[in-house]
């Protein structure tokens, strides 16, 4: 997986995350969360970080995975995988 990311990275190195689009969002025990959004991305990490700080685990599928087992996600550390040509909104 780490070497997947590296090579799409690495052709989309000019992305960043004040756009929308596809990003990856690493976790401390080695997983990634790979979602897509229709915001900027620096804003979607903000809301979900917002909903862990407030404890609304019903607002947020990746708050509730992170209190049910105590995991730490690097928001710091997301990377924009790629652009959001076709993105719609499920509202989950």
């Known amino acids: 997986m780490k070497n997947t990311i590296k090579t799409i990275r690495s052709r989309e190195d000019t992305l960043s995350t004040e756009t929308p689009g596809v990003y990856c969002t690493p976790c401390d025990c080695g997983k990634v969360s790979v ?3 229709g915001r900027n991305i620096e804003t979607q990490c903000k809301k979900y970080m917002r909903h862990l700080c407030l404890g609304q685990l019903e607002a947020s599928a990746l708050a509730e995975r992170v209190m049910d087992a105590g995991e730490f996600i690097k928001f710091n550390n997301t990377c924009r995988l790629g652009m959001a040509t076709d993105y719609m ?3 989950l």
């Open 89 to 91: 909104d499920h509202g």
């Open 35 to 37: 979602q897509q959004t």
